[in-house]
Nanobody, 123 residues
């Protein structure tokens, strides 16, 4: 089992930045690829960013590319999502997930999920 706990969300204005963190416990964190998803009210959960187990690969959604940066620190069992130049449409609950193998953008690929951290961007 892997337990994931997100933090760092909040209420910000358009153009501001936030840094989300996801702390993992349980099985060896460094063995898992990690990802961030988000879900806005009334919408499906959508892929945001992915990072491989050794940080050798990273992928982003079209909306995240150029504004968000995923990183990880395997010595701290933590994955991060830096959110820059936030827009009102980025408002959502952000979830981190640990991979079990499969297409990186699909919800079903991931075996373990956190409870989410809310990001609200005002215009």
């Amino acid at each position: 089992q892997v337990q994931l706990v997100e933090s760092g969300g909040g209420l910000v204005q358009a153009g501001d930045s936030l840094r989300l963190s996801c702390a993992a416990s349980g099985r060896t964190f460094s063995q898992y690829a990690m990802a961030w998803f988000r879900q806005a009210p009334g919408k499906e959960r959508e892929f945001v960013a992915y990072i491989g187990a050794t940080s050798s690969s990273a992928y982003y959604s079209v909306s995240a590319k150029g504004r968000f940066t995923i990183s990880r620190d395997n010595t701290k069992d933590t994955v991060y999502l830096q959110l820059d130049n936030l827009k009102p449409e980025d408002t959502a609950n952000y979830y981190c997930a640990a991979a079990g193998g499969g297409p990186v953008h699909l919800v079903g690929t991931y075996r373990y999920w956190g409870q989410g951290t809310q990001v609200t961007v005002s215009s």
